[in-house]
């Protein structure tokens, strides 16, 4: 990617939810003066609907002077235009110039390499959106597997405590017929006939 693509894509602002480029940078591409631009623009007011060019409010130009977008020694009193990427193509058509059919070209480029880096963006975005509720998944998964772990392990825990009371159980009735006497085996001796 060229400096000078760089540099244009750093002019494009999103504003009301588009992107756009102010009248002054737009000048400084096409090499003449704001004033110049905007009274071509003037003299074309049928080629520029709303779509294509709209003149910022003072609210818009003091929060891009306080993100020092446009300078605060900006010498018109006027708002200055943004120009939707349709209304940038259109300058060029107004403007005629070669410097200015180079700068346009630059500029369609600009907002073509803007718009594939959103697009591409947004993609990973929604990759990302989608890897993290496959992770919340497993995580959940996790869970359960560990609270039914758990569960077994609590029942295998209780069987084997069972067993080891009914061992002790077992132990202890074998004492208990240890101590008692033993029959004796055979015949009585004492037998009276």
Do not use: C, H, W
């Amino acid at each position: 990617m060229s400096e000078d693509l760089i540099i244009v894509q750093n002019l494009i602002y999103e504003i009301r939810g588009q992107r756009v480029m102010l009248d002054s940078d737009l000048a400084k591409l096409y090499q003449v003066t704001t004033g110049a631009l905007n009274q071509a623009v003037k003299r074309n007011m049928e080629r520029f609907p709303a779509d294509f060019m709209f003149r910022l409010t003072d609210e818009e130009v003091l929060n891009m002077m306080s993100q020092s977008v446009i300078s605060s020694k900006r010498k018109t009193s006027s708002p200055p235009f943004a120009f939707t990427e349709q209304g940038v193509a259109m300058l060029a058509s107004v403007l005629k110039s070669p410097i200015a059919v180079a700068a346009s070209i630059s500029i369609m480029r600009a907002f073509v390499q803007v718009r594939q880096y959103l697009l591409t963006s947004a993609s990973m975005s929604s990759e990302l959106r989608e890897l993290r509720a496959m992770v919340d998944l497993l995580s959940m998964q996790q869970e359960e597997n560990l609270a039914a772990v758990n569960d077994l392990s609590e029942d295998v825990r209780e069987e084997i405590d069972n067993l080891y009371l009914a061992i002790a159980e077992l132990s202890s009735r074998i004492e208990e017929k240890k101590q008692e006497p033993r029959r004796k085996i055979g015949f009585p001796r004492n037998m009276e006939d």
